[in-house]
């Protein structure tokens, strides 16, 4: 026999002349409201609540029902799934039943176009099996020593007492990490108007969050011209880039060079539009996201400094004078331990949507076609039921088995199932070398008086940024 939802509908749904809404209760959770009729209704819980403050929301959402919660925001029916099996149903065991959430993507053609992160069926699983080469373990080992040598540089400009915002330095050092594992390209005539074409669209995207409608690009709103004007000077730069490997007969093991020597079942090589589709999607996926995990690990250990000054001692041990190198992330055990939990406080794609391209029955619950599905890392990384004292920073909680022992989806930070995030290795390798190359050099403090506020979009930002004191390391 088919469940039903128990949960409270946030926003009005009529059933048969009636609805029900909800309201925030003395300690913030959520209560229902007595069901009354559609005329009149006070809706206190809807789309702009989750515009005002959607972490918040989707929190105090799952608090009230921790499993499963029915929103309806605006015209689109919607659960949020909180239950680690019932989020295995949707990412792994019945994936073949969803797609990616159309509303959101397909309000970032003009950028993505049928990249890996929009494909969908048989185009992306084409995709995916051309891009694999580049993520593979000698291509990884290969980006290593670039990622060291360029946050060694940028520390090297650092000074003892220096005051920082550290996100912004870390923006500019993972953009030349990306544009050197992704392109083989040097970016240093280019970063000015790079950062800059990436903040117009960045900005843009967090905007389309938090529309409760799309609006086409040739709309020409301030911010739709500066996200086309954006995306067309990365394209431009893409192009040429392209053109340059091509010219050159590049054969290194950058991401662009690898597709280009790609082939696909039929034996034939991406076009030129399909690589720039290819390139755009995984700058977007490793270039923000590689300094926001690094720039919230800084916000935590600069608070648990003795945690920091470990990680230092565990590079010192390991490398003494030399650079870090690949071969030594597998003894970097308190990095790694502390690149998790980093993570699972502040995981960069802090929530994962789905739809059901048809009906679909999860657990007890009947899904019906259309049905968008959300799933939040940010709130089953802080659930009771999976982890004590959830809201502390506490690497040493992954030391032995503890993460065998997790049910499979109480820790996703780059999703799961087929569609798991294809750079998930990179992403670990990068943060991990990242975190222990400053750490080594610099033992750096949180200034807690400039406070941070996680701005959710695409990605989890720290609004405002993270201002921090280097004390330089004897």
Not at 248 to 273: H, I, Q, T, V, Y
Not at 435 to 456: G, K, L, W
Request: aromatic share 10%.
């Amino acid at each position: 026999m088919r469940g039903t939802f128990k949960t409270p509908i946030f926003g009005r749904l009529a059933f048969g002349g009636i609805a029900m809404t909800t309201q925030e209760t003395a300690d913030g959770g959520v209560a229902p409201i007595v069901p009354t009729g559609p005329k009149g209704l006070p809706v206190l819980g809807h789309l702009l609540d989750l515009r005002k403050d959607a972490i918040g929301f989707f929190e105090r959402s799952a608090r009230a029902y921790p499993d499963v919660t029915r929103l309806q925001l605006g015209a689109w029916p919607t659960l949020l799934i909180n239950n680690s099996d019932l989020i295995e149903q949707v990412m792994v065991k019945q994936h073949e039943k969803f797609i990616k959430n159309r509303f959101f993507w397909r309000q970032l053609e003009a950028l993505l176009g049928t990249g890996l992160f929009t494909a969908e069926g048989q185009a992306w699983q084409r995709q995916r099996k051309l891009a694999a080469p580049a993520f593979a373990t000698l291509p990884l080992q290969s980006y290593a020593p670039d990622m060291v040598a360029m946050a060694e540089r940028m520390v090297g400009c650092w000074e003892d007492g220096q005051e920082l915002e550290l996100h912004a330095a870390m923006m500019e050092l993972a953009l030349r990490i990306a544009a050197k594992s992704l392109l083989n390209a040097e970016i240093d005539d280019y970063l000015d108007d790079f950062e800059q074409a990436g903040t117009w669209i960045i900005d843009e995207i967090a905007a389309r969050v938090a529309r409760p409608v799309r609006i086409p690009d040739w709309v020409p709103l301030p911010g739709h011209i500066r996200y086309r004007r954006g995306v067309s000077y990365i394209e431009r730069l893409v192009y040429d880039v392209i053109e340059d490997h091509r010219r050159s007969g590049s054969n290194s093991n950058d991401f662009l060079s690898l597709l280009m020597a790609g082939r696909d079942d039929e034996g034939k090589p991406l076009s030129d539009k399909q690589l720039r589709d290819e390139v755009h999607n995984m700058l977007l996926a490793g270039y923000e996201t590689s300094a926001i995990s690094v720039s919230w690990g800084f916000h935590l250990l600069g608070q648990y400094r003795d945690i920091q000054t470990a990680i230092a001692e565990e590079v010192k041990a390991i490398a003494i004078d030399r650079p870090l190198t690949h071969e030594d992330i597998p003894n970097l055990t308190r990095a790694e331990h502390a690149v998790i939990e980093i993570m699972r406080l502040y995981p960069p794609a802090w929530s994962i949507g789905r739809e059901a391209k048809e009906d679909a029955q999860i657990g007890p619950y009947h899904v019906p076609k259309g049905t968008t599905v959300f799933m939040s890392p940010w709130v089953t990384h802080r659930d009771p039921r999976y982890f004590e004292d959830p809201t502390t920073f506490r690497p040493e909680r992954w030391a032995g088995d503890f993460r065998r022992r997790l049910p499979r989806f109480a820790y996703y930070p780059f999703g799961g199932g087929p569609r798991i995030c294809i750079g998930n290795r990179f992403a670990m390798m990068e943060a991990m070398l990242l975190i222990a190359t400053i750490a080594r050099h610099f033992d750096v403090e949180r200034m807690m008086e400039r406070p941070v506020t996680p701005s959710p979009s695409i990605t989890l930002r720290p609004g405002g940024g993270v201002w921090v004191r280097l004390h330089k390391r004897k």
